[in-house]
T-cell receptor
Framework: GAVVSQHPSRVICKSGTSVKIECRSL??????MFWYRQFPKKSLMLMAT?????????EQGVEKDKFLINHASLTLSTLTVTSAHPEDSSFYIC?????????????FGPGTRLTVL | GQNIDQPTEMTATEGAIVQINCTYQTSGFNGLFWYQQHAGEAPTFLSYNVLDGLEEKGRFSSFLSRSKGYSYLLLKELQMKDSASYLCAVREAGAGSYQLTFGKGTKLSVIP
């Protein structure tokens, strides 16, 4: 149980285009999902907290107009990187909190590696 | 805010025991987590401590001292597959707060 999927796993895009990343909780309902980014050999940096049915809460320094987050249902959150630039190339990871059995845990998706040319 | 420190790299021998330390400073504490992350993959949950003491789970154990702002992850009977980064993460106190702040991770290399 407590499986989180992400799609796509890898994406390469041209500078200036937008990329959408999906995060799904497959076998549980997640009222809260988190989006992180990780640069090579660096730790995970929280970008935003996504709550179902409400606006996401962004961490300081994260541009909400550039990183659009939509948490439309209890099992799906999406992160859209708008007008992507090479500096947005990173490993993006989502996690979801299972409000049912183990509410203190976050279950991570497999990550999406974004490369912007 | 939070400040989390852990060693950058460690090397240990297959079959041995290794202890990875983590110190933290936080304005409010609501749990400490250890995650394992293999290169290019997402982190996987290892342990959770919210009270002082030792939590044991198979070959992995985690210890917490809240008064000292200190935790360690103990790995016994090391296997080659244990080579990975180990992330210490702290959750800050606050109503409805489930955000985690991660340390930079300790890259463990297990050698034959």
């Amino acid at each position: 149980g407590a499986v989180v999927s992400q799609h796509p796993s890898r994406v390469i895009c041209k500078s200036g285009t937008s990329v959408k990343i999906e995060c799904r909780s497959l076998d549980f309902q997640a009222t809260t999902m988190f989006w992180y980014r990780q640069f090579p050999k660096k730790s995970l940096m929280l970008m935003a907290t996504s709550n179902e049915g409400s606006k996401a809460t962004y961490e300081q320094g994260v541009e909400k107009d550039k990183f659009l987050i939509n948490h439309a249902s209890l099992t799906l959150s999406t992160l859209t990187v708008t007008s992507a630039h090479p500096e947005d190339s990173s490993f993006y990871i989502c996690s979801a909190r299972d409000v049912g059995e183990r509410p203190h845990e976050q279950f991570f998706g497999p990550g999406t590696r974004l490369t912007v040319l | 805010g939070q400040n989390i420190d852990q060693p950058t790299e460690m090397t240990a021998t297959e079959g041995a025991i290794v202890q990875i330390n983590c110190t933290y400073q936080t304005s409010g504490f609501n749990g400490l987590f250890w995650y394992q992350q293999h290169a290019g993959e997402a982190p996987t949950f290892l342990s959770y401590n919210v009270l002082d003491g030792l939590e044991e789970k198979g070959r992995f154990s985690s210890f917490l001292s809240r008064s000292k702002g200190y935790s360690y992850l103990l790995l016994k009977e090391l296997q080659m597959k244990d080579s990975a980064s180990y992330l210490c993460a702290v959750r800050e106190a606050g109503a409805g707060s489930y955000q985690l702040t991660f340390g930079k991770g300790t890259k463990l290399s297990v050698i034959p």
